[in-house]
């Protein structure tokens, strides 16, 4: 499996970004697939996923839309509202568990397949 982020950026308070997580090498419709982001000093943490439906993490509900494309093999991160402490590298990572199995997770540890990262600042 293989994951590519993109969309770095630079952006002031209150505006917006869009991420992008393109997948090759898979059958895409088979992963969940996820955000995570790692800000400096801090641990990984999850940022939302995607399968049959959404999840989301509670800092970022409402401003952060996860958008999944079957046919394109690409999950997208649309990020408004931002706020400095959404600084961070953002990652894309893709797991075979399923939200059919009732698997809701935001664990890193529960992904195993990863993107390397993408920087997202947010200045004040």
């Known amino acids: 499996v293989q994951l590519q982020a993109s969309g770095e950026g630079l952006v002031q308070v209150g505006g917006s970004l869009r991420l992008s997580c393109a997948t090759s090498?898979?059958?895409?419709?088979?992963?969940?697939i996820g955000w995570f982001r790692q800000a400096p000093g801090k641990e990984r943490e999850g940022v939302s996923c995607?399968?049959?439906?959404?999840y989301y993490a509670d800092s970022v509900k409402g401003r952060f839309t996860i958008e999944r494309d079957n046919a394109k093999n690409t999950v997208d991160l649309q990020m408004n509202s931002l706020k400095p402490e959404d600084t961070a590298v953002y990652y894309c990572?893709?797991?075979?568990?399923?939200?059919?199995?009732?698997?809701?997770?935001?664990?890193?540890?529960?992904?195993?397949?990863w993107g390397q990262g993408t920087q997202v600042t947010v200045s004040s």
């Open positions: 990572a893709a797991t075979k568990r399923r939200f059919s199995t009732g698997f809701y997770s935001l664990n890193p540890e529960d992904f195993g397949y």
């Open positions: 995607s399968d049959s439906g959404t």
């Open positions: 090498g898979v059958s895409f419709d088979s992963y969940t």
